[in-house]
């Protein structure tokens, strides 16, 4: 992020010199100069731009170099096919969620990016989706309420849908996929909801 941030800050103070280069040009009637540092102004004005817009975009979106913990949910059963759901996220927020259903799914949006985007900070990232009730029989999944939780955080722009209007930004793009986990909620829980570099995974660990 802190590279995005001094390149966007490094392209624009370029696209600022080679605008004074295209005016001083200008007023000397040098018109070829003029075009040339116009051109080079606007090329490190777009690249100023770009990399302000990735900064901003991928807020909210974790770096992900090795297994980590996504998130920590301490899991309630409180009746016939419902249970509450205590989410402890990594920054420090909390929630807690009343979900339908026999077992908890999360699921999270992962990017891997090419060499190119690597070398300007961008590594493998991902973002917590969404939390379901998860019924564990078939016909309980048709039939019964459902419920599904946002995991997302809120910002002004989001990389997904930057990557799906803009068709450059996907050049930097090695894959994208969804990853999710689930496991049985028949008694009082906290899991441990990992991430690692093939996914998703839970893991229970002790009460406190």
Not at 42 to 61: D, M
Not at 113 to 141: F, M, P, S
Not at 183 to 201: F, N, Q
Request: aromatic share 8%; proline share 2%; no cysteine.
């Amino acid at each position: 992020m802190q590279i995005l941030i001094g390149l966007s800050l490094g392209f624009a103070a370029l696209a600022a010199l080679f605008a004074g280069f295209a005016v001083r040009a200008f007023r000397r009637r040098r018109w070829v100069g003029t075009a040339g540092r116009s051109t080079l102004g606007a090329l490190f004005a777009s690249l100023a731009a770009l990399a302000a817009t990735l900064s901003v975009s991928t807020q909210g979106y974790r770096a992900l170099t090795a297994e980590e913990v996504a998130m920590t949910v301490t899991t309630v059963p409180t009746g016939l096919h419902t249970f509450q759901a205590y989410v402890e996220f990594p920054d420090g927020r909390d929630t807690t969620l009343a979900v339908r259903g026999d077992q908890i799914l999360v699921d999270a949006r992962i990017l891997k990016w090419r060499y190119v985007a690597n070398l300007i900070g961008l590594n493998t990232q991902y973002e917590l989706d969404r939390l379901t009730g998860r019924y564990a029989n078939i016909e309980d999944e048709r039939t019964l309420e459902r419920t599904v939780h946002s995991l997302g955080a809120e910002k002004p722009l989001d990389l997904y849908d930057l990557l799906e209007r803009y068709s450059l930004l996907r050049l930097l793009v090695d894959a994208e996929y969804g990853s999710a986990t689930y496991v049985d909620v028949t008694v009082p829980a906290r899991l441990e909801i990992r991430v690692s570099t093939t996914g998703l995974l839970v893991r229970e660990i002790p009460l406190r």
